[in-house]
């Protein structure tokens, strides 16, 4: 399935129409670039499971729990460089009770579950080579492209197209 989203408030409600069909264990991996929105869809997931106080990146502390209903985890896996580092995070003794998402998780967390969501985000770019911050266009469209790994997310997948 994908989804575009035109600017920051359409990223945040794809989050939080999402986060009315995700329940605890529920996973969710974002992948795309800096400046994508991956954290901005998080707010807007984090606003639909009723949580309150401010969602931003945990890119310097690797994981933020915020509590809503149920309680969402997110966990920037950048800096994560391998398996030992994601085991001592012990994400897998909450993931059963919340919702967890992953920012830069491919390819390093996808052994937490085989059912969750993945979704990357594509961004257009201000220049040539659109690997910086700086580069982006203001405003421009983000193309969200989400499927679903197992039984469960697949469902979600399904629900959210109809």
Do not use: C
Request: glycine letters at 12%; aromatic letters at 2%; proline letters at 3%.
């Amino acid at each position: 399935m994908e989804l575009v989203a035109r600017d920051a408030d359409d990223m945040r409600a794809i989050g939080k129409s999402i986060a009315a069909h995700v329940e605890a264990g529920s996973l969710i991996m974002l992948s795309g670039p800096l400046g994508a929105g991956k954290t901005t869809f998080v707010q807007g997931l984090a606003d639909g499971l009723g949580v309150t106080g401010r969602v931003t990146s945990p890119t310097f502390v690797i994981s933020h729990v915020h509590r809503g209903n149920p309680d969402l985890v997110h966990v920037d896996a950048y800096r994560l460089e391998n398996l030992d580092d994601v085991d001592a995070l012990d994400l897998d003794t909450s993931l059963d009770e919340s919702v967890t998402v992953i920012e830069w998780g491919k390819g390093k967390t996808d052994g937490l579950s085989d059912d969750r969501l993945e979704i990357d985000i594509v961004r257009s770019t201000g220049a040539d080579t659109g690997e910086e911050p700086e580069d982006l266009l203001d405003d421009s469209p983000r193309t969200l492209t989400i499927r679903g790994t197992g039984v469960k997310s697949r469902a979600l997948v399904e629900k959210l197209g109809s």
